[in-house]
């Protein structure tokens, strides 16, 4: 249960507020004042603060000054009924997460502190780097024996007692994000915050206006000043992940922070400093990206101090056991339920598979046969098609061919399907009609999801792997895209060869 601590004078405030957030997940507890607020701070350790910026006594500032000294990783959100007033903004630059106008928009109000929920539990969850062994039982840890994972554990280490930039790639679902939380909770600004922004999942116009904040009437819509993230997150550590998404002309920015530690707001004269520490990551193959042109050269040997590739799952197949034994534990804790077992053909199929989603996919499809399963072990029969079937559909091919398809296509069908990626209108009538016998022929394989899957990495390959212009191929968007490319594991390293 996540504790919500409201600050604010107003009766009628602290009555919305308790019929809002009425639900067993959120426990909401109200003070009157700012001197009430941090005397129940200690005994309470709230998950978030919502407070008022006028009140009685101590102002809402000077509380939010007090509560950073206690604890600088504690979000709290300002309301405010002045939101164009440099008091609002004066509350941003003291580290508050966010501040909202009254009145309130209850949806938007719902959306803003579920979110910071979720980052207050990404600060607070500590990430050890140590391998699991078997007596060992983290809240949450990265998981491996093998080689590969052991040299990832020895740089955090390293990287922890440093301040240098660290620049993690790998494909997507290896853990990146979860690294460069352990990078931080090992660092000495580990009671500072931690801000991770994805730059994929933020339209472009958006992003610089998101990491440096903008001033009033820099674009449409920006009716007062926003400050950035990198403003907010001073002291403490930023992940950026998926760089290799970000345009050329953020990367400038990007590149003068950390050459100097400055940066001017959208539309702004100001230069700002900021003590920030950079974490980058990205799925893409870097170095062609810098090749093309598509990422600059002096960034990328900027962020490239440390680098920490992290293997796929494929390459340490050695780990799925533990990973399976973690995710089992996990999600019986999850459901206050002893863990589940696993039967060992089931575990067998498993190790055998090629995970293109990675550990991700893994961590998928042991909460989906958790849920199927109908006793307490999970059996062969629990696991998805793609995984139990790959070996009996390629007529005894050999393990380390599995999982090659999304759909557990056979190698005559992805032929078929690739066809599809290079004909003309004209011709699609007579290639559906041949994928049609072929899915006749084989009833138990997929053969949409094995066409979809490969007129995707047509695509791609067509435009080098420019997003932008493989949706338009496809008649899709970017964003339904990065799904599809996310549903069937498909990554830089596999498809742009």
Known sequence: MDTLLLI??????????????????????????????????PKLRPDLVIMDIRMCGLSGLETLRRMRQIDARLPVIMMTAYGTTQTAIEA????????????????????????????????RSVVSYEPLLESEDYELGIVGRCEAMQGVFKLVGQLAASDATAFITGESGTGKELVA??????????????????????????????????????????????????????????????????????????????QDGSFERVGGNETIQADVRIIAATNQDIERAVAERRFREDLFYRLNVVRI????????????????????????????????SIAADALEALEAFRWPGNVRELENVIHRATVVAKGDAILLDDLPAEITGASECRGGEGK????????????????????????????????AARLFQWARQHPELKVLPAVERELVVRALEETRGNQVQAAQLLGITRATLRKRMERFGITSALTFR
């Open 92 to 123: 941003m630059k003291l580290g508050a997460y966010d501040y909202l106008l009254k009145p309130f928009d209850v949806p938007k109000l719902k959306q803003t502190v579920l979110a910071a929920l979720k980052t207050a539990r990404a600060m």
């Open 400 to 431: 380390e061919d599995r999982g090659r398809g999304a759909g557990g296509s056979d190698v005559e069908g992805a032929v078929v399907a690739a066809e599809v990626g290079h004909s003309s209108a004209s011709d699609l009538s007579a290639l």
């Open 181 to 258: 939380r352990a990078i931080y909770h090992h660092s000495r600004r580990a009671q500072q915050p931690f801000v991770a922004i994805n730059c994929a999942a933020i339209p472009e116009n958006l992003l610089e206006s998101e990491l440096f904040g903008h001033e009033r009437g820099a674009f449409t819509g920006a009716a007062a000043q926003r400050v950035g993230k990198f403003e907010q997150s001073h002291g403490g550590t930023i992940f950026l992940d998926e760089i290799g998404d970000m345009s050329l002309p953020t990367q400038t920015k990007i590149l003068r922070v950390l």
């Open 8 to 41: 604010d004078d107003d009766a009628d405030m602290q009555y919305s507020f308790r019929r809002i957030f009425d639900s067993p997940e959120i426990a909401l507890v109200a003070a009157s004042s700012g001197e009430e607020g941090l005397r129940l701070l």
């Open 309 to 340: 590739r992290l293997p796929p799952l494929r390459e340490r197949r050695g780990d799925v056991r533990l990973l399976v034994n973690y995710f089992l534990k996990a999600i019986a804790r999850d459901q206050e339920a002893a863990p589940k």
